[in-house]
């Protein structure tokens, strides 16, 4: 198969990508000029923080993926009814729950993960917030909840964002991280919904969420714990899915391993998620990656990576993968809003380690060059996938 080469130079300035900018394809719509920019702005730049001045004291150099607790967040409530009060926005801070909430006593909450991303000149962009706010009112119907409406809910994150302007990193150094929470705050006793809900919106700067930063991550595949069943709510993003694979993330980690791929819990022969992120395997110009059958969270960066590679020319399967073929795979690598694309060195099953191709040449590094491009606003957004705050 033949295919166009676009990528984009790394977007991490410790990393040089060996082809040309001046040939990228058609899908980019970049100029020889727009790329020799682009070059320039991978570089590590004394312009850096360009059109905007006025940021938090922070190490943007050393972020890490740890709460860093920013000026202001956004709340609002709602009833049984689906009727949402406008919001407002008040300090950062804890908020007052009753003992009897939906959310402490039966786990009746959810969550989103979206970004915000300074661009050259200072203004910030989000990524397909309107695919977060559909994902959290499909799981708000399978949890019985009511949520905002899709305006409300990127409204609010373009709220929060704006009022923690100061907190979004420079351009190339991280990102904003949004955390819109759905929570049943309203008093229950018997087993039911609650009669009032919470939504509210918080933030903090991040830089990689694994330790490793951009190294190569070490999976363990997990035999004795499963993260969600069929039947149950594990294409949703409940609070509820996330505690549960604590056990086995910890135990895997003690043996130094980054997260844990886990298997189906019928068959416990096909590959799922990590606990962190969607999976996809390369053979060849195939990538392949679990379909999302109820057990599997629809990832919004997963869906954006499966249009990435069809663009560029690659056939991408939504299938059953046995563990098996992990053996066969050239690259393994992972996607989400957190760990946006990270390859994956190896995979440990029963013992067996299986190493895998990573580096600028590989499929991975050509679609993490290729998203982030779009979402710095260095590749022109084809897709309308982008949305600039005013």
């Known amino acids: 198969m033949i295919r166009r080469s676009f990528c984009l130079g790394n977007l991490i300035q410790s990393l040089r990508v060996a082809s040309p900018l001046s040939k990228l394809g058609a899908y980019c719509g970049l100029t020889s000029q727009a790329a020799s920019?682009?070059?320039?702005?991978?570089?590590?730049?004394?312009?850096?923080?360009?059109?905007?001045?006025?940021y938090a004291d922070v190490d943007w150099d050393n972020l890490g993926f740890g709460l860093m607790p920013t000026d202001y967040m956004y709340i609002?409530?709602?009833?049984?009814?689906?009727?949402?009060?406008?919001?407002?926005?008040?300090?950062?801070?804890?908020?007052?729950l009753s003992p009897s909430a939906g959310v402490l006593n039966y786990g009746q909450g959810l969550?989103?993960?979206?970004?915000?991303?300074?661009?050259?000149?200072?203004?910030?962009?989000?990524?397909?917030?309107?695919?977060?706010?559909?994902?959290?009112?499909?799981?708000?119907?399978?949890?019985?909840?009511?949520?905002?409406?899709?305006?409300?809910?990127v409204d609010a994150v373009k709220q929060t964002a704006l009022a923690n302007n100061r907190w979004v990193p420079p351009p190339g150094k991280g990102s904003l991280y949004l955390r819109p929470l759905l929570m049943g705050s309203?008093?229950?006793?018997?087993?039911?919904?609650?009669p009032e809900y919470t939504f509210l919106v918080y933030a903090s700067p991040v830089g990689n969420y694994f330790k490793e930063g951009v190294?190569?991550?070490?999976l363990y595949v997990e035999d004795e714990f499963h993260r969600t069943s069929r039947g149950g709510a594990g294409g949703v993003k409940t609070i509820t899915n996330y505690a549960p694979v604590l056990k086995a993330l910890g135990r895997a980690k003690s043996r130094g391993f980054s997260d844990v791929l886990y298997l189906d819990s019928v068959n416990k022969k096909y590959i799922e998620e990590v606990s962190s992120c969607n999976i996809f395997i390369v053979k060849d110009?195939?990538?392949?990656?679990?379909?999302?059958?109820?057990?599997?969270?629809?990832g919004v960066t997963r869906k954006s990576i499966i249009e990435i590679a069809r663009a560029l020319g690659y056939q991408v399967e939504e299938r059953s993968i046995p563990v098996e073929e992990l053996i066969d795979a050239n690259e393994v690598f992972g996607t989400g809003t957190a760990?946006?694309?990270?390859q994956v060195g190896s995979i440990t099953h029963q013992g067996?380690?299986?190493?895998?191709?990573?580096?600028?040449?590989?499929?991975?590094r050509e679609l993490f060059s290729t998203l982030v491009g779009i979402q710095r606003g260095l590749i022109e957004d084809k897709m309308g996938w982008t949305v600039e705050i005013d």
């Open 111 to 153: 969550f989103e993960g979206t970004k915000a991303i300074r661009k050259e000149d200072g203004r910030l962009l989000l990524f397909r917030p309107d695919q977060n706010a559909i994902r959290m009112k499909i799981g708000a119907e399978r949890m019985c909840m009511s949520s905002p409406s899709v305006d409300q809910f």
């Open 285 to 298: 110009d195939t990538i392949s990656t679990p379909a999302t059958n109820g057990t599997i969270l629809e």
């Open 37 to 54: 920019s682009l070059q320039q702005v991978c570089e590590p730049s004394a312009h850096s923080n360009a059109g905007y001045e006025e």
């Open 215 to 218: 190294a190569p991550l070490n």
């Open 76 to 96: 609002t409530k709602g009833t049984k009814d689906g009727l949402f009060e406008e919001g407002q926005l008040s300090r950062y801070g804890n908020i007052e």
């Open 186 to 194: 309203g008093p229950i006793l018997g087993l039911a919904p609650a």
């Open 339 to 342: 760990v946006c694309v990270a």
């Open 352 to 364: 067996k380690r299986v190493e895998y191709k990573t580096g600028d040449r590989s499929v991975c």
